[in-house]
Each structure stands twice: as structure tokens, then as C-alpha cells.
């Protein structure tokens, strides 16, 4: 991992978190800069100019929370550091993750793949377990680069290349999903991403998160119209999203099935 830049997102008044990152780095050797984080409680979301309110409350019925927005605004930073810093990639964490002791040997061997990507998610979740998904490059030990038919939830861990963070920023001018979930539609902004089965990093289960649980919340805020039509709309978006996960997992088998010969399995 010498010479990879790590990008940490922190809000500045997280020093607690900001202390324990600093500790799990250093023990790694890795090169890190901490980001300030965007404060959702400074945020006017409704008035934000980065912002698609009507885009985001005609899809959903709801607003983003303050702290979507602001989440998302951070990993814009992100990428934009990136860019700014003339970089190739960089490993993006937010401030609650921890490592696996097989961290540095998977993410050495990520690094010296062949195999193409704009981004790597570290993404522990039930749901990649129980949706179709194929290997596409054994990496170290049992661990897999993988690419799924699903998106997925989560932010907390990426390594993200150059060519992700262009691909990316057009997409988060004007905001109107999760930063996880924008980082699934691979079939609107054209971002490879992959993930690695098992993940060697998670968020610290005994941390609470700061985006909080309001962004569960599924109490409709549009006028009755919208709300009568909204199975109808949300039924169309469900079947578009389908749509557009099955052509990107498709369309790369053959792909992919070389990759893994590649690979040697």
C-alpha cells in the first residue's frame, strides 16, 4: 500500500472518532489527511443549491435528510481532492471503519490486479449475500473481487481511481439520492465498481452512525396527488432500476469470465 493516499471523512467536532482513526492508521503506515465533513445541521436542504428537490420528492415523496445531504456533499469533496492533487486513486474511509487483520495483503492485491475498475466498495452487507453475483479475480487467501446484479448500501470504504471521480462528480452537482446509492446506478453514470467478498473492513458496529435513522423514515411530505400516484411512480422507478442492474451485470460476463481465467481460477 506504499504511496496510496488515504482520504478520512470527519466532521470536525467528531474528535473522539477523528482520535481513533488517526490510531488504526498509524498502526497500518498509511498516509492519510482527514476531510471536514459537511455538517448536515448547517444545511438548509430545501434551499441547498446542490440540491434536485423536485427530482428527489417526485421519486421518493420526501426530501433527503440534512445528513444525506451532507454526506453527500462530503464525498463530493472527496472526489474533488482527488482530482484537485493530480492523483491516480485514493482509499476513501469515513470515520468509523475498522480493518480486518487481511487488510493489507487484499488491498495489495487489489492494487496490483489487472483487473479494470473506477471503484472498489468495501461492503459487508445481507443483501450481497442473498442476490446473484459472480467472481470476477481471485485477490488473497478467500477473499474475491466480485461484481453483483444488486446495488448496495454504504459509504463507509472505497478505493476510488481517477476515472471514478470523473464519472462521479457530474452526478453529485445536484443531489437527489443517497451518496451509497448513487454509487450503484453504474447504468446511468457509467462507474465499474466492484466489491470484495469478504470484506476485510467495516464499520465500528459499536459506533452509532451520523447520518441517524431518520433517513428510514417513509412518511410521504408531497400533496395528495403525488401521493395517489406515487405506486404507480414508484413502481416504474423499481422496474427501471431492475432494468439497468441486469443489463450492467450481463453485458460484462464475457468479460468477466476472462478476467477469472486470468486469474487462475
Known amino acids: 500500500m ?5 482520504f478520512v471523512i470527519n466532521l470536525a467536532r467528531a474528535e473522539a472518532r477523528r482520535e481513533a482513526m488517526r490510531q488504526r492508521l498509524d498502526a497500518l503506515g498509511l498516509d492519510y489527511v482527514f476531510i471536514a465533513a459537511v455538517d448536515g445541521r448547517a444545511i438548509d436542504v430545501a434551499a441547498h443549491p446542490a440540491y434536485d428537490r423536485k427530482r428527489r ?27 484537485a492533487e493530480g492523483l491516480d486513486q485514493a482509499l476513501v474511509l469515513e470515520d468509523d471503519v475498522v480493518f480486518h487483520a487481511d487488510f493489507p495483503a487484499v488491498m495489495a492485491a487489489i492494487l496490483a490486479s489487472e483487473q479494470p475498475f473506477d471503484m472498489v466498495r468495501f461492503v459487508d452487507d445481507k443483501k450481497m449475500r442473498r442476490r446473484r453475483r459472480r467472481r470476477v479475480a481471485h485477490l488473497t487467501g478467500d477473499y474475491w473481487m466480485v461484481r453483483l446484479e444488486t446495488t448496495l448500501g454504504g459509504a463507509h470504504a472505497y478505493l476510488l481511481r481517477r476515472s471514478g471521480a470523473e464519472k462521479l462528480l457530474p452526478a453529485m452537482q445536484r443531489n437527489w439520492l443517497a451518496v451509497d446509492t448513487l454509487m ?14 469478504p470484506a476485510p473492513v467495516a464499520p465500528d458496529a459499536a459506533l452509532e452512525s451520523t447520518i441517524g435513522a431518520q433517513r428510514h423514515d417513509k412518511v410521504m411530505e408531497t400533496g395528495l396527488a403525488h401521493r395517489l400516484a406515487f405506486p404507480l411512480i414508484r413502481a416504474l422507478r423499481k422496474v427501471s432500476e431492475t432494468l439497468g442492474k441486469r443489463r450492467v451485470y450481463w453485458s460484462t460476463w464475457a468479460a468477466d469470465r476472462r478476467s477469472l481465467k486470468r486469474s487462475g481460477r
Not at 506504499?2 to 488515504?6: A, I, N, R, Y
Open 2 to 6: 506504499q504511496g496510496l493516499k488515504v
Open 57 to 83: 420528492r417526485y421519486a421518493y415523496g420526501r426530501d433527503l435528510t440534512a445528513s444525506e445531504l451532507g454526506c453527500a456533499l462530503s464525498h463530493r469533496a472527496a472526489c474533488e481532492r482527488l482530482l
Open 184 to 197: 450503484g446506478r453504474s447504468w446511468e453514470h457509467g462507474l465499474v465498481w466492484l466489491t470484495v467478498e
